[in-house]
């Protein structure tokens, strides 16, 4: 009790800093302020949690994810591993992983997985290479003769690359295999820059934003990634795990109405003349059901 007591002080002192001239909306601030500081004395969220991430969706939620831990759970260590999707389901499956943010994949029955949203894949070119902005929408089989840089195929990426192509009887002979990010970004640099790529929308996002790379979205509703939160049906730290889960469920609810926001202020404004160096705000979509 000893210890509750400075916070009941701290209730009153604020309430009588917060005059009725201020109305409610302060005085909702300042309760919410002594509910975060009782929240950081009185958890009980602690210990260690590691969370594995992929590259492309970890500025999705990162940044997010680190300062609501410092701000709310204090006590919580948060290990993060950056790999591929495949290497963070080994990983899983050795036990190393308490949470992944993965593209969504076949998973043991010893793990949970929701799905978050979903991301459209897009032809990545050079702003030197015509055929990147010679059209703002491409299908599979019309890049078939270009040249392409293309992950392996132990990358999920390509997984659902080939996937697209073995319904329409395509195969993609790649002039290159790369599974990093940042290579492909610098061989699409590299003179002569007649190559392009295919990628998730907002891993070149600040590239388009320069207008140092253009981008093409596919015709085909099956070239897109879904994104999802994995974690052990028994975990070692519950507690900390469904925190932040929630926190990260949450912060893919805002991405979504973001997405929402932009597509009605777009609605209500005159229509622009196709540009393909503008962004395609319909690029974060719901998760679908397959």
């Known amino acids: 009790m000893s210890r509750l007591k400075p916070f009941l002080v701290n209730v009153l002192t604020r309430q009588e800093r917060c005059p009725r001239r201020h109305g409610r909306r302060q005085h909702l601030e300042s309760v919410d302020s002594v509910i975060l500081e009782l929240r950081q004395a009185f958890t009980a969220t602690s210990g260690r949690v590691t969370l594995g991430v992929c590259p492309t969706i970890a500025p999705f939620f990162l940044d997010d994810l680190i300062q609501h831990i410092g701000r709310y759970h204090p006590n919580v260590v948060l290990s993060i591993i950056q790999a591929h999707t495949g290497d963070l389901k080994k990983l899983m499956n050795s036990g190393h992983l308490d949470i992944a943010l993965i593209y969504r994949t ?47 195929r132990t990358h999920e990426l390509r997984g659902i690359i080939d996937r697209a192509c073995r319904l329409r009887n395509i195969t993609f002979d790649p002039d290159l295999e790369l599974d990093s990010l940042e290579a492909m970004k610098a061989m699409l640099f590299k003179k002569p820059t007649n190559r392009h790529t295919i990628l998730p929308y907002h891993s070149v996002r600040a590239e388009i934003a320069a207008r140092k790379l253009f981008w093409a979205e596919f015709e ?42 932009r597509l009605n202020m777009r609605r209500r404004q005159p229509k622009p003349q196709a540009d393909n160096r503008q962004s395609p ?5 719901a998760p679908r059901t397959l």
């Open 106 to 152: 076949p998973i043991a029955n010893r793990f949970s997985s929701i799905d978050l949203f979903s991301e459209r894949l897009v032809l990545v070119s050079s702003s030197s290479a015509k055929a990147g902005r010679a059209r703002r929408t491409r299908t599979l089989a019309g890049v078939m003769g270009l040249k392409l840089i293309l992950p392996s």
């Open 220 to 261: 085909e509703s099956e070239m897109q990634r879904t994104i999802a939160v994995v974690t052990p049906k028994k975990p070692r730290n519950a507690e900390a795990i469904t925190r932040l889960c929630e926190r990260i469920r949450a912060r893919a609810d805002e991405l979504r109405s973001c997405r929402r926001k």
């Open 281 to 285: 705000d319909g690029i974060l979509r």
